[in-house]
T-cell receptor, first 113, second 109 residues
Framework: NAGVMQNPRHLVRRRGQEARLRCSPMKGHSHVYWYRQLPEEGLKFMVYLQKENIIDESGMPKERFSAEFPKEGPSILRIQQVVRGDSAAYFC???????????FGQGTRLTVV | GIQVEQSPPDLILQEGANSTLRCNFS?????LQWFHQNPWGQLINLFY???GTKQNGRLSATTVATERYSLLYISSSQTTDSGVYFC???????????FGDGTTLTVKP
């Protein structure tokens, strides 16, 4: 049973470009969470999704950021018109239920130049 | 929202020493997990422990849900234990995890 898969592992974007981060949850997991980790800081919640639904997006910046978890395929975190402050590690986690053990992917390290 | 506080923020040990890391949380929780983030940034699940005590080799954890704290014990520490240890909780009103700021552990040979 493969773990949570995130790709790409590293992503470099110029200011103003779009970044797309992908997350495939573990088999049998329908709950997906995205977190952001700035250098030398802890993980901050961004968004919680179930298949085709956004359950909680209280941690998402109001502009430029969006997330989806379609019926088929991976969850996508999309950042439009990236700025230097978006440089961070973005982690995805999945779980079987909202209170079950969550497992994390290896993260995508976004660098905006 | 729920508040999660970890202590100490930093800890330096000699190899072979024991340590206790603490996680306090401000409200009832449905889920509590301990993670180790290694120097390469990978998050490794240590314990899923909303209550009670669990042991896994040199590591053990205890959560006293009624008193809103959890402890992570590391015995006979090794240099490979270095990294950041995070506590994360899911409160009863939310599905998301809230992380503490972590304890940075450095084990010296």
């Amino acid at each position: 049973n493969a773990g949570v898969m995130q790709n790409p592992r590293h992503l470099v974007r110029r200011r103003g470009q779009e970044a797309r981060l992908r997350c495939s949850p573990m088999k049998g997991h329908s709950h997906v969470y995205w977190y952001r980790q700035l250098p030398e800081e802890g993980l901050k919640f961004m968004v919680y999704l179930q298949k085709e639904n956004i359950i909680d997006e209280s941690g998402m910046p109001k502009e430029r950021f969006s997330a989806e978890f379609p019926k088929e395929g991976p969850s996508i975190l999309r950042i439009q018109q990236v700025v230097r402050g978006d440089s961070a590690a973005y982690f995805c986690a999945s779980s079987r239920t909202s209170t079950a053990e969550a497992f994390f992917g290896q993260g995508t390290r976004l660098t905006v130049v | 929202g729920i508040q999660v506080e970890q202590s100490p923020p930093d800890l330096i040990l000699q190899e072979g020493a024991n340590s206790t890391l603490r996680c306090n949380f401000s409200d009832s929780v449905n889920n509590l997990q301990w993670f180790h983030q290694n120097p390469w940034g990978q998050l490794i699940n240590l314990f899923y422990i909303p209550s009670g005590t669990k042991q896994n080799g040199r590591l053990s954890a205890t959560t006293v849900a009624t008193e809103r704290y959890s402890l992570l014990y590391i015995s006979s520490s090794q240099t490979t234990d270095s990294g950041v240890y995070f506590c994360a909780v899911v409160d009863t009103n939310a599905g998301k995890s809230t992380f503490g700021d972590g304890t940075t552990l450095t084990v010296k040979p």
